[in-house]
Protein backbone atom coordinates (compact mmCIF):
# COMPACT_ATOMS: atom_id res chain seq x y z
CA UNK A 1 0.00 0.00 0.00
CA UNK A 2 1.48 3.22 -1.18
CA UNK A 3 1.72 6.43 1.27
CA UNK A 4 -1.14 8.39 1.06
CA UNK A 5 0.58 11.40 -0.17
CA UNK A 6 3.52 9.79 -1.46
CA UNK A 7 4.99 11.41 -4.83
CA UNK A 8 3.57 10.05 -8.73
CA UNK A 9 5.32 6.84 -9.48
CA UNK A 10 8.16 7.68 -11.82
CA UNK A 11 8.49 5.45 -14.53
CA UNK A 12 9.84 2.39 -12.60
CA UNK A 13 6.40 2.15 -10.76
CA UNK A 14 8.56 3.52 -7.40
CA UNK A 15 6.71 6.31 -5.41
CA UNK A 16 9.98 7.57 -4.96
CA UNK A 17 12.63 8.75 -7.75
CA UNK A 18 16.19 7.40 -7.19
CA UNK A 19 19.50 9.10 -6.58
CA UNK A 20 21.47 9.20 -9.86
CA UNK A 21 25.43 8.83 -9.05
CA UNK A 22 26.72 10.82 -11.32
CA UNK A 23 26.09 12.20 -15.09
CA UNK A 24 23.59 10.62 -17.27
CA UNK A 25 24.02 7.28 -17.44
CA UNK A 26 25.59 6.94 -14.01
CA UNK A 27 24.65 4.37 -11.46
CA UNK A 28 20.89 4.85 -10.26
CA UNK A 29 20.59 4.64 -6.51
CA UNK A 30 17.24 2.95 -5.62
CA UNK A 31 15.82 3.80 -2.98
CA UNK A 32 17.61 6.92 -2.23
CA UNK A 33 18.89 5.70 0.94
CA UNK A 34 22.51 6.04 1.99
CA UNK A 35 24.75 4.67 5.11
CA UNK A 36 26.15 7.35 6.82
CA UNK A 37 29.80 6.66 7.65
CA UNK A 38 30.27 6.16 11.26
CA UNK A 39 33.63 5.23 13.15
CA UNK A 40 34.48 1.37 13.70
CA UNK A 41 31.02 0.63 12.59
CA UNK A 42 30.20 1.02 8.75
CA UNK A 43 33.00 -1.50 7.86
CA UNK A 44 33.03 -3.92 4.88
CA UNK A 45 31.58 -6.06 7.10
CA UNK A 46 28.58 -3.86 8.40
CA UNK A 47 28.14 -2.29 5.45
CA UNK A 48 27.83 -6.00 3.63
CA UNK A 49 25.22 -7.04 6.24
CA UNK A 50 22.93 -3.96 5.61
CA UNK A 51 22.95 -4.34 2.11
CA UNK A 52 22.15 -8.04 2.10
CA UNK A 53 18.76 -6.60 4.39
CA UNK A 54 18.51 -3.99 1.72
CA UNK A 55 18.32 -6.56 -1.10
CA UNK A 56 16.11 -9.38 0.42
CA UNK A 57 13.20 -6.81 0.27
CA UNK A 58 13.81 -5.88 -3.72
CA UNK A 59 14.82 -7.85 -7.04
CA UNK A 60 16.19 -3.66 -7.64
CA UNK A 61 20.25 -3.42 -7.86
CA UNK A 62 21.97 -1.53 -5.95
CA UNK A 63 19.63 -1.15 -3.12
CA UNK A 64 20.82 2.20 -1.48
CA UNK A 65 24.19 3.20 -1.19
CA UNK A 66 27.09 2.24 1.89
CA UNK A 67 29.59 4.30 2.23
CA UNK A 68 33.03 3.09 4.18
CA UNK A 69 34.29 5.19 7.49
CA UNK A 70 35.88 8.54 7.26
CA UNK A 71 39.47 7.79 5.57
CA UNK A 72 42.24 10.41 6.39
CA UNK A 73 43.40 11.79 2.97
CA UNK A 74 47.09 11.79 4.23
CA UNK A 75 46.92 8.34 5.53
CA UNK A 76 45.89 7.36 2.20
CA UNK A 77 48.11 8.94 0.13
CA UNK A 78 51.53 7.48 2.55
CA UNK A 79 49.48 3.95 2.22
CA UNK A 80 49.41 3.56 6.26
CA UNK A 81 48.14 -0.15 6.54
CA UNK A 82 45.58 0.47 8.55
CA UNK A 83 44.22 2.12 6.15
CA UNK A 84 44.82 0.47 3.57
CA UNK A 85 42.40 -2.52 5.18
CA UNK A 86 39.44 -0.29 6.12
CA UNK A 87 39.27 0.80 2.38
CA UNK A 88 38.39 -2.94 1.26
CA UNK A 89 35.46 -3.75 0.23
CA UNK A 90 33.69 -6.90 -0.32
CA UNK A 91 33.12 -8.42 -3.68
CA UNK A 92 29.32 -8.04 -3.25
CA UNK A 93 29.57 -4.33 -2.65
CA UNK A 94 29.05 -2.04 -5.90
CA UNK A 95 28.67 0.89 -6.35
CA UNK A 96 32.06 0.99 -3.56
CA UNK A 97 31.93 4.13 -1.48
CA UNK A 98 34.83 5.92 0.08
CA UNK A 99 34.39 8.96 2.53
CA UNK A 100 37.85 10.98 2.69
CA UNK A 101 38.74 14.03 5.76
CA UNK A 102 40.98 16.33 4.46
CA UNK A 103 42.20 19.71 5.03
CA UNK A 104 45.22 20.44 2.42
CA UNK A 105 43.52 20.87 -0.98
CA UNK A 106 46.69 19.28 -2.54
CA UNK A 107 46.36 16.37 -0.79
CA UNK A 108 42.91 16.04 -0.94
CA UNK A 109 43.43 15.91 -4.58
CA UNK A 110 46.02 13.34 -4.40
CA UNK A 111 44.53 11.12 -2.44
CA UNK A 112 41.25 11.08 -4.75
CA UNK A 113 43.90 10.46 -7.78
CA UNK A 114 44.81 7.61 -5.63
CA UNK A 115 41.62 6.50 -5.87
CA UNK A 116 40.85 7.03 -9.31
CA UNK A 117 44.01 5.92 -10.94
CA UNK A 118 43.79 2.36 -8.81
CA UNK A 119 40.17 1.52 -9.16
CA UNK A 120 39.32 1.79 -5.55
CA UNK A 121 36.31 2.99 -5.46
CA UNK A 122 33.16 3.97 -7.68
CA UNK A 123 31.63 6.94 -5.47
CA UNK A 124 34.12 10.10 -3.25
CA UNK A 125 32.49 11.40 -0.44
CA UNK A 126 33.70 14.08 1.55
CA UNK A 127 33.48 14.81 5.49
CA UNK A 128 32.49 18.18 6.48
CA UNK A 129 30.46 17.21 9.51
CA UNK A 130 32.52 15.66 11.89
CA UNK A 131 32.09 17.28 15.07
CA UNK A 132 34.62 15.59 17.07
CA UNK A 133 37.48 17.36 18.55
CA UNK A 134 40.14 15.70 17.24
CA UNK A 135 39.06 16.99 14.15
CA UNK A 136 37.53 20.43 14.44
CA UNK A 137 40.90 20.94 16.33
CA UNK A 138 42.58 20.73 12.79
CA UNK A 139 40.06 23.22 11.25
CA UNK A 140 38.64 19.80 9.75
CA UNK A 141 34.95 17.95 9.43
CA UNK A 142 32.26 20.22 10.64
CA UNK A 143 35.19 23.37 11.23
CA UNK A 144 36.08 23.68 7.69
CA UNK A 145 32.86 25.32 5.36
CA UNK A 146 33.65 28.40 7.98
CA UNK A 147 36.86 29.38 5.69
CA UNK A 148 34.86 29.08 2.38
CA UNK A 149 37.58 30.27 -0.15
CA UNK A 150 39.46 26.68 1.31
CA UNK A 151 36.71 24.72 0.78
CA UNK A 152 36.39 26.00 -2.45
CA UNK A 153 39.99 24.64 -3.31
CA UNK A 154 39.84 21.86 -1.46
CA UNK A 155 36.12 20.79 -3.73
CA UNK A 156 37.80 22.12 -6.92
CA UNK A 157 40.67 19.65 -6.38
CA UNK A 158 38.43 16.52 -5.63
CA UNK A 159 36.33 16.82 -8.66
CA UNK A 160 39.28 18.03 -10.98
CA UNK A 161 41.02 14.61 -9.79
CA UNK A 162 38.47 12.47 -9.66
CA UNK A 163 37.87 12.75 -13.46
CA UNK A 164 34.10 11.71 -13.75
CA UNK A 165 34.00 10.09 -10.06
CA UNK A 166 30.81 11.23 -8.68
CA UNK A 167 32.67 13.57 -5.38
CA UNK A 168 29.72 14.34 -2.82
CA UNK A 169 30.00 16.08 0.50
CA UNK A 170 27.94 15.75 3.74
CA UNK A 171 27.86 18.23 6.28
CA UNK A 172 26.53 20.19 9.17
CA UNK A 173 24.46 23.12 9.38
CA UNK A 174 27.87 25.01 10.86
CA UNK A 175 29.89 25.26 14.12
CA UNK A 176 27.48 27.00 16.16
CA UNK A 177 24.17 29.16 15.68
CA UNK A 178 26.11 31.84 15.07
CA UNK A 179 28.07 30.59 12.09
CA UNK A 180 26.39 28.70 10.35
CA UNK A 181 27.65 27.65 6.55
CA UNK A 182 25.62 25.37 5.35
CA UNK A 183 23.81 27.46 2.65
CA UNK A 184 26.94 28.77 1.48
CA UNK A 185 28.66 25.44 1.42
CA UNK A 186 25.62 24.02 -0.99
CA UNK A 187 26.42 27.13 -3.11
CA UNK A 188 30.11 26.45 -3.63
CA UNK A 189 29.04 22.89 -3.75
CA UNK A 190 27.21 23.56 -7.30
CA UNK A 191 29.66 25.71 -8.44
CA UNK A 192 32.38 24.03 -8.14
CA UNK A 193 30.92 20.37 -9.98
CA UNK A 194 29.75 18.59 -7.31
CA UNK A 195 27.01 15.70 -7.77
CA UNK A 196 25.16 16.21 -4.46
CA UNK A 197 24.93 17.39 -0.89
CA UNK A 198 23.94 15.70 2.49
CA UNK A 199 23.15 17.62 5.24
CA UNK A 200 23.06 16.74 8.72
CA UNK A 201 20.72 18.97 10.84
CA UNK A 202 22.79 19.56 13.73
CA UNK A 203 25.76 22.10 14.70
CA UNK A 204 28.79 20.92 15.23
CA UNK A 205 28.27 22.26 18.90
CA UNK A 206 24.99 20.42 19.38
CA UNK A 207 27.20 17.19 18.65
CA UNK A 208 24.34 14.59 18.67
CA UNK A 209 22.50 16.16 21.43
CA UNK A 210 18.53 17.58 21.08
CA UNK A 211 17.07 17.02 17.84
CA UNK A 212 17.25 17.79 14.59
CA UNK A 213 16.56 20.50 12.86
CA UNK A 214 15.13 19.44 9.60
CA UNK A 215 14.11 22.98 8.25
CA UNK A 216 17.06 23.76 7.85
CA UNK A 217 17.46 20.34 4.98
CA UNK A 218 14.18 22.35 3.18
CA UNK A 219 15.95 25.88 3.77
CA UNK A 220 19.11 24.09 1.52
CA UNK A 221 16.66 22.70 -0.84
CA UNK A 222 15.36 26.22 -1.77
CA UNK A 223 19.08 27.62 -2.56
CA UNK A 224 20.20 24.25 -3.88
CA UNK A 225 18.03 23.20 -6.47
CA UNK A 226 20.46 22.48 -9.46
CA UNK A 227 21.89 18.91 -7.47
CA UNK A 228 20.03 16.82 -5.24
CA UNK A 229 20.33 17.76 -1.22
CA UNK A 230 19.66 14.43 1.11
CA UNK A 231 18.83 15.18 4.65
CA UNK A 232 20.52 12.99 7.94
CA UNK A 233 19.48 13.44 11.57
CA UNK A 234 16.56 11.39 13.67
CA UNK A 235 15.80 8.51 11.26
CA UNK A 236 15.22 5.92 13.34
CA UNK A 237 12.94 4.32 11.38
CA UNK A 238 11.60 4.03 7.82
CA UNK A 239 8.44 6.46 8.65
CA UNK A 240 10.59 9.26 9.83
CA UNK A 241 12.33 8.78 6.73
CA UNK A 242 9.33 8.80 4.57
CA UNK A 243 8.40 11.95 6.72
CA UNK A 244 11.65 13.80 6.88
CA UNK A 245 11.00 13.47 2.01
CA UNK A 246 7.95 14.74 3.08
CA UNK A 247 8.56 17.32 5.38
CA UNK A 248 11.81 18.65 3.49
CA UNK A 249 10.96 18.10 -0.18
CA UNK A 250 14.90 16.52 -0.01
CA UNK A 251 15.98 14.19 -2.73
CA UNK A 252 17.21 10.65 -0.46
CA UNK A 253 17.72 10.49 3.23
CA UNK A 254 21.42 9.21 4.95
CA UNK A 255 20.94 7.10 7.87
CA UNK A 256 23.65 6.35 10.76
CA UNK A 257 22.63 5.74 14.76
CA UNK A 258 19.22 4.50 13.72
CA UNK A 259 20.65 1.22 11.85
CA UNK A 260 23.07 0.55 15.22
CA UNK A 261 21.86 -3.18 16.03
CA UNK A 262 19.21 -2.50 13.72
CA UNK A 263 20.60 -3.50 10.12
CA UNK A 264 17.18 -4.38 8.46
CA UNK A 265 16.22 -0.88 9.02
CA UNK A 266 17.25 -0.86 5.13
CA UNK A 267 14.70 -3.81 4.64
CA UNK A 268 12.27 -1.78 5.89
CA UNK A 269 13.52 1.55 4.28
CA UNK A 270 13.42 -0.34 0.70
CA UNK A 271 9.47 -1.27 1.49
CA UNK A 272 8.77 2.01 2.62
CA UNK A 273 10.35 3.59 -0.50
CA UNK A 274 8.31 1.21 -2.48
CA UNK A 275 5.35 1.86 -1.36
CA UNK A 276 4.80 -1.15 1.18
CA UNK A 277 3.78 -1.37 4.67
CA UNK A 278 5.40 -4.19 5.66
CA UNK A 279 8.39 -3.90 8.48
CA UNK A 280 10.93 -6.00 9.56
CA UNK A 281 9.93 -7.24 13.96
CA UNK A 282 12.25 -9.50 14.12
CA UNK A 283 12.37 -12.53 17.13
CA UNK A 284 14.70 -12.88 19.10
CA UNK A 285 15.93 -15.91 17.66
CA UNK A 286 16.34 -13.80 14.16
CA UNK A 287 17.83 -11.30 15.71
CA UNK A 288 20.93 -14.18 16.98
CA UNK A 289 20.86 -15.10 13.82
CA UNK A 290 21.76 -12.04 12.27
CA UNK A 291 24.28 -11.13 14.74
CA UNK A 292 26.22 -14.57 14.23
CA UNK A 293 26.16 -13.69 10.81
CA UNK A 294 27.79 -10.07 12.09
CA UNK A 295 30.29 -12.40 13.39
CA UNK A 296 31.39 -14.27 10.96
CA UNK A 297 31.81 -11.73 9.06
CA UNK A 298 34.29 -9.59 10.93
CA UNK A 299 35.90 -12.85 11.26
CA UNK A 300 36.78 -13.31 7.92
CA UNK A 301 37.57 -9.58 7.07
CA UNK A 302 39.78 -9.48 9.96
CA UNK A 303 41.22 -12.99 9.42
CA UNK A 304 41.03 -13.45 13.07
CA UNK A 305 37.78 -15.41 14.89
CA UNK A 306 38.87 -13.99 18.27
CA UNK A 307 39.03 -10.07 16.96
CA UNK A 308 35.84 -10.62 14.92
CA UNK A 309 33.89 -11.45 17.61
CA UNK A 310 35.46 -8.93 19.75
CA UNK A 311 34.82 -6.52 17.24
CA UNK A 312 31.55 -7.55 17.87
CA UNK A 313 30.91 -6.36 21.34
CA UNK A 314 30.27 -3.08 20.54
CA UNK A 315 27.13 -4.19 18.64
CA UNK A 316 25.53 -6.38 21.48
CA UNK A 317 23.43 -3.41 23.29
CA UNK A 318 22.37 -1.70 20.62
CA UNK A 319 20.99 -5.51 18.77
CA UNK A 320 19.62 -6.58 22.63
CA UNK A 321 17.60 -3.31 23.22
CA UNK A 322 14.31 -3.92 24.50
CA UNK A 323 14.04 -7.44 24.43
CA UNK A 324 13.77 -9.45 27.66
CA UNK A 325 18.04 -10.72 28.11
CA UNK A 326 19.23 -10.67 31.81
CA UNK A 327 22.14 -9.17 32.81
CA UNK A 328 24.29 -11.90 33.40
CA UNK A 329 23.56 -13.47 29.25
CA UNK A 330 23.89 -9.55 28.35
CA UNK A 331 27.45 -9.53 30.13
CA UNK A 332 28.27 -12.85 28.57
CA UNK A 333 27.39 -11.97 24.66
CA UNK A 334 29.43 -8.72 25.24
CA UNK A 335 32.51 -10.00 26.57
CA UNK A 336 32.30 -13.37 24.63
CA UNK A 337 35.77 -13.57 22.23
CA UNK A 338 34.75 -17.10 20.11
CA UNK A 339 31.51 -18.11 17.68
CA UNK A 340 31.09 -21.00 20.23
CA UNK A 341 30.67 -18.88 23.21
CA UNK A 342 28.34 -16.89 21.01
CA UNK A 343 26.28 -19.83 20.52
CA UNK A 344 26.21 -20.73 24.00
CA UNK A 345 25.17 -17.94 25.34
CA UNK A 346 22.55 -17.92 22.23
CA UNK A 347 21.26 -21.09 23.46
CA UNK A 348 19.97 -19.84 26.88
CA UNK A 349 17.54 -17.45 25.47
CA UNK A 350 13.72 -17.55 24.38
CA UNK A 351 14.79 -17.49 21.27
CA UNK A 352 10.80 -16.86 20.49
CA UNK A 353 10.19 -13.59 22.16
CA UNK A 354 8.76 -11.43 19.63
CA UNK A 355 9.98 -7.60 18.61
CA UNK A 356 9.37 -5.68 21.88
CA UNK A 357 7.50 -2.99 22.01
CA UNK A 358 9.19 0.37 21.78
CA UNK A 359 12.43 -0.94 20.70
CA UNK A 360 13.21 1.72 18.04
CA UNK A 361 14.71 4.80 18.78
CA UNK A 362 17.66 7.12 19.32
CA UNK A 363 20.65 4.13 19.68
CA UNK A 364 24.57 5.46 20.15
CA UNK A 365 25.93 8.56 21.16
CA UNK A 366 23.17 11.24 22.55
CA UNK A 367 25.46 13.49 23.67
CA UNK A 368 25.08 17.40 23.09
CA UNK A 369 26.03 21.24 23.79
CA UNK A 370 30.02 20.39 23.46
CA UNK A 371 32.06 23.29 22.94
CA UNK A 372 33.34 22.83 19.92
CA UNK A 373 37.54 22.80 19.34
CA UNK A 374 38.99 24.83 16.72
CA UNK A 375 42.22 25.95 15.43
CA UNK A 376 43.37 29.05 17.05
CA UNK A 377 42.02 32.24 15.51
CA UNK A 378 40.23 30.04 13.06
CA UNK A 379 37.06 32.52 13.31
CA UNK A 380 38.58 35.22 12.72
CA UNK A 381 39.17 35.43 8.65
CA UNK A 382 36.42 33.27 7.05
CA UNK A 383 38.04 33.95 4.03
CA UNK A 384 41.39 32.84 4.71
CA UNK A 385 41.96 29.76 2.01
CA UNK A 386 45.38 28.19 3.76
CA UNK A 387 45.04 25.29 5.90
CA UNK A 388 46.52 25.05 9.56
CA UNK A 389 49.92 23.76 9.71
CA UNK A 390 50.05 20.64 10.06
CA UNK A 391 46.41 19.97 9.26
CA UNK A 392 46.34 16.89 8.06
CA UNK A 393 45.29 13.76 10.40
CA UNK A 394 47.50 10.87 10.31
CA UNK A 395 45.43 8.40 11.16
CA UNK A 396 41.68 6.94 9.92
CA UNK A 397 38.87 6.29 11.50
CA UNK A 398 37.88 9.70 12.50
Not at 41 to 52: G, H, K, S, V, W
Not at 61 to 67: D, E, I, T
Not at 226 to 241: T, Y
Request: net charge negative; hydrophobic share 40%; aromatic share 6%.
Amino acid sequence: MAPADAPTPDATGSPWPPLRLGASGGERIRPPVVLAPMAGITNAPFRTLCQEQAEAATTARPAGLYVSEMITTRALVERDAKTLRLIRFAETERPRSIQLYGVDPHIVGRAVAMIVDEGLADHIDLNFGCPVPKVTRKGGGSALPYKRNLLRDILRSAVKNARGVPVTIKMRKGIDDDHLTYLDAGRIAVDEGVTWVALHGRTAEQHYGGTADWSAIARLKEVVTDIPVLGNGDIWDAEDALRMMRETGCDGVVVGRGCLGRPWLFRDLVSAFEGSADRARPTLGEVTTIMRRHAVLLAEWIGDETHGVTDLRKHVAWYMKGFSVGGTIRRGLATASSLAELDDWFGQLDLDQPWPIGADGPRGRTAGGKRVVLPEGWLDDPECALPPVDAELDHSGG
